[in-house]
């Protein structure tokens, strides 16, 4: 009895729903018969109230479409009457990156998700914890603001952590370390001195910062993952080079959420770790820090 009266319920919100979805979009029967191709007699069964049973997905989801909400909505599965496309759309942004450290936006994705952890798998080396002459050779080329705007960017970022109670977690490719320190890659043409000082001052931040700064390195030829910032619940960053692209979607935060712990679980070498592969890779390389 329960199951008939569910579905008696269900039908009549499926029909109040395909009369306020037509009427929002201004659509008489005859003309949403034409959009999906049935007879208009189709349509006014679905409207009249004494029908128990609701119409096949087919019709379902084509009166969806032409009038333009979602199928999950018009059968009372979702209270969101967006589309799929819409959903994606509005919790979505792409935004122009600059091929620098020196961006407000990032700086203020960092304000708002003050106090919760950030998640934070770099394109290369972290920005936030590079010296100035590594800026510097890294960064000349492409900034259009001074050098000198680039490292505040990165002192300030890095205050953030230290100051605002939000801990932060970094997924490296171990790869990428190895090829810092060997000056081989990107970093070909890194002068030695400049390797020396930047991984003395990776040291300083693991040991100092530990436990609010915890870094993971992973074995980039079992897993992979995008330049990608997590921050908190609140938004998911990636990084594709020219642009940044902004989820806000709770629904596929979590999913990145659960992609960068997977890194940090899989990982080769744990946080507290990385200071003694950092002093060994120092050691093979010639790079001693003391």
Known sequence: MMDLIDKRERSEKFRQRLRHAMD????SQSQLARSIGVDRSTISQLLKGHHVRLPNAHVVGACAS?????ADWLLTLSDKPQTAGDIMSSSMTLTTAPRAPVDDRIDDWYREAEGHKIRHVPAGLPDLLKTRDMLEWEY???LSRTVEQAIV???RRLEFIQSAQSDLEIAIPTYEIR?????TGHYHGLPVSTRRRQLAQFLRFCEQLYPRLRIYLFDAQRLYSAPITIFGPLLSVFYVGTYYLVFRDKERINHFTQHFDGLIREADIAARDVSDFLKSMGNEYNLQTD
Not at 24 to 27: I, L, N, T, Y
Not at 66 to 70: E, H, K, T, Y
Request: hydrophobic fraction near 50%.
């Open 179 to 183: 090829s810092f320190v060997a000056g």
């Open 140 to 142: 000349a080329p492409h």
């Open 66 to 70: 032409a009038l333009g909400v979602s």
């Open 153 to 155: 960017a990165s002192e």
């Open 24 to 27: 929002q979009a201004q659509m």
